[in-house]
T-cell receptor, first 112, second 114 residues
Framework: KQEVTQIPAALSVPEGENLVLNCSFTDSAIYNLQWFRQDPGKGLTSLLLIQSSQREQTSGRLNASLDKSSGRSTLYIAASQPGDSATYLCAVFLSGNTPLVFGKGTRLSVIA | NAGVTQTPKFRILKIGQSMTLQCTQDMNHNYMYWYRQDPGMGLKLIYYSVGAGITDKGEVPNGYNVSRSTTEDFPLRLELAAPSQTSVYFC?????????????FGPGTRLTVL
């Protein structure tokens, strides 16, 4: 059974710092992996989707990498800002009509 | 575009009551999903639909029912509410399946069963 783990569960950094969030998954036969952002009391917003054939995706200050063979993905946030404070979740998709499997998330606080 | 809208935002139910959580999307997406998120946990899929008239169970369907009579609407029905159904419920939609498309989420419904 696919399991997704995110470490750390919470992270607090000063504004301007570069940071890395980690996601690991147990079954490397994934089709794709997504990173989402969730603000308190709100729904999820998709940040980046990486297909299994890709190594990384970039959007602005965000860069997500995928190493399928080792079952790991990282989300790199450059020059963090207080507005980046949120919970970041990763989710993997295997195939067909299987559901997305979500991690529990990393709660990020960027301190001004 | 409004995207995915959910009503109500909050609800308190007594054990044994029933209710319907409403979900509407205006993006003409074929796929729609219902998830629940328990505190400190990831999301779990309850039911999904690949088009009007077609629904299927997800990981945690027990105690819930869905219908999809139109492309836009995907209501979730709770029968005989139980404390274990206390959670935040999210509806999501996507143009095609998860192999190609990300999902667009509504703001959620926070349900408490006492």
């Amino acid at each position: 059974k696919q399991e997704v783990t995110q470490i750390p569960a919470a992270l607090s950094v000063p504004e301007g710092e570069n940071l890395v969030l980690n996601c690991s998954f147990t079954d490397s036969a994934i089709y794709n992996l997504q990173w989402f952002r969730q603000d308190p009391g709100k729904g999820l917003t998709s940040l980046l989707l990486i297909q299994s054939s890709q190594r990384e995706q970039t959007s602005g200050r965000l860069n997500a990498s995928l190493d399928k063979s080792s079952g790991r993905s990282t989300l790199y946030i450059a020059a963090s800002q207080p507005g980046d404070s949120a919970t970041y979740l990763c989710a993997v998709f295997l195939s067909g009509n299987t559901p997305l499997v979500f991690g529990k998330g990393t709660r990020l606080s960027v301190i001004a | 575009n409004a995207g995915v809208t959910q009503t109500p935002k909050f609800r308190i139910l007594k054990i044994g009551q029933s209710m319907t959580l409403q979900c509407t999307q205006d993006m003409n997406h074929n796929y729609m999903y219902w998830y629940r998120q328990d505190p400190g946990m990831g999301l779990k899929l309850i039911y999904y639909s690949v088009g009007a008239g077609i629904t299927d169970k997800g990981e945690v369907p027990n105690g819930y029912n869905v219908s999809r009579s139109t492309t836009e609407d995907f209501p979730l029905r709770l029968e005989l509410a139980a404390p274990s159904q206390t959670s935040v419920y999210f509806c999501a939609s996507s143009p095609r399946g998860a192999s190609t498309d990300t999902q667009y989420f509504g703001p959620g419904t926070r349900l408490t069963v006492l």
